[in-house]
């Protein structure tokens, strides 16, 4: 007996021990999956910024509106003279290097959609180091523009050449990408002049991404949470299954009702007063036979707190007692 009580308290110690612990690793479970496995974070760092840009003014030949020397974003083709303006170009970081710029006249044709060249023409360039910054005076002296399209228009029979005047600067820094910008002279269709990309930006920036991996504090040491999302529920697993089977195997097992077949066929009464002693059935099929034979109703009735079932046939009382047989 002392032996039994001792070992049944082991058991109950050990399960209690075992739910403990699996209670423990999935509350450490929930924690994991709670948490990022990393945390990543992104910075930006500014290199370096470039700029450049053009701000010109105009002269006309006519000053009953605009004066000389005024500052147009929309030039009147027809009485603008001349465009005088400066190229300025600045980077942050006091960035030494080397700078070009050309200003050109290129002369072209179109047929059937297609742009035949029929002169290209250097008006003007420069070259020179700097450090920081530069500048560079431009003009675009429209009196000898014209007169360079209509002696080319002359010369060649094509009266519909047209022309494309522009400046393209370059600027070399060592560890930087070229800087480039071209700044066209366009005339619109209402006769007015202007300048495209007169003004351009470039900021280099370096992007660092930083990943830190989370960890799960198990005991004083840090586990990482990616490992404890693996660990920690097959641990608690573990330990939950001697409980489950503990619990499966010691549960009660529902008894199955060996009169179900025959339920339709009983009443509640109280037997008839037969003399003699009744027939005893040692099995529910015993008494199915007896049913199926004599085609009487089958009676229930209480007889010192068991259960009796019984079919009478005339003087002879068949009786079954679930406690004294089986199935059968």
Do not use: C
């Not at 009702?257 to 008839?272: C, H, M, N, R």
Request: glycine share 10%.
């Amino acid at each position: 007996m002392n032996f039994r009580i001792e070992r049944g308290r082991a058991i109950a110690l050990l399960l209690a021990v075992s739910i403990g612990l699996a209670v423990l690793f999935g509350g450490y479970s929930a924690a994991a999956y709670l948490r990022s496995p990393t945390t990543t974070e992104v910075f930006y760092r500014t290199l370096y910024v470039e700029r450049g840009s053009l701000s010109h003014m105009g002269f006309f030949s006519n000053e009953t509106v605009y004066k000389n020397g005024t500052s147009l974003r929309y030039y009147p083709e027809k009485i603008t003279r001349e465009i005088k303006g400066a190229y300025d170009y600045a980077t942050s970081h006091a960035g030494k290097g080397t700078y070009s710029a050309v200003l050109r006249a290129d002369y072209y044709v179109t047929a059937n959609k297609e742009r035949i060249s029929l002169k290209n023409t250097t008006v003007r360039q420069w070259k020179g180091d700097f450090s920081g910054s530069f500048s560079i005076p431009v003009d675009f002296n429209m009196t000898d523009l014209k007169g360079a399209l209509t002696e080319l228009r002359e010369g060649t029979g094509l009266y519909r050449a047209s022309s494309d005047v522009y400046l393209t600067v370059s600027v070399s820094v060592p560890g930087r990408e070229t800087f480039t910008q071209r700044i066209k002279l366009v005339r619109n269709t209402a006769g007015m002049l202007t300048f495209e990309g007169s003004s351009k930006s470039y900021k280099k920036v370096e992007r660092t991404v930083n990943t830190t991996v989370n960890t799960v504090n198990f005991l004083g040491k840090d586990v990482a949470v990616s490992t404890g999302r693996t660990v920690f529920p097959i641990m608690a697993f573990a330990f939950a299954l001697p409980p489950l089977g503990f619990a499966y195997t010691k549960r009660e097992k529902k008894p199955t009702d060996e009169l179900k077949g025959l339920k339709k066929f009983i009443v509640e009464g109280t037997p008839s007063d037969v003399p003699g002693d009744p027939v005893e059935l040692d099995s529910v099929g015993d008494l199915g036979r007896v049913f199926d034979l004599v085609d009487k109703p089958i009676v229930h009735h209480v007889e010192n707190g068991e259960d009796v079932y019984s079919i009478t046939d005339g003087q002879v009382v068949y009786e079954y007692r679930p406690g004294n047989g089986g199935v059968g």
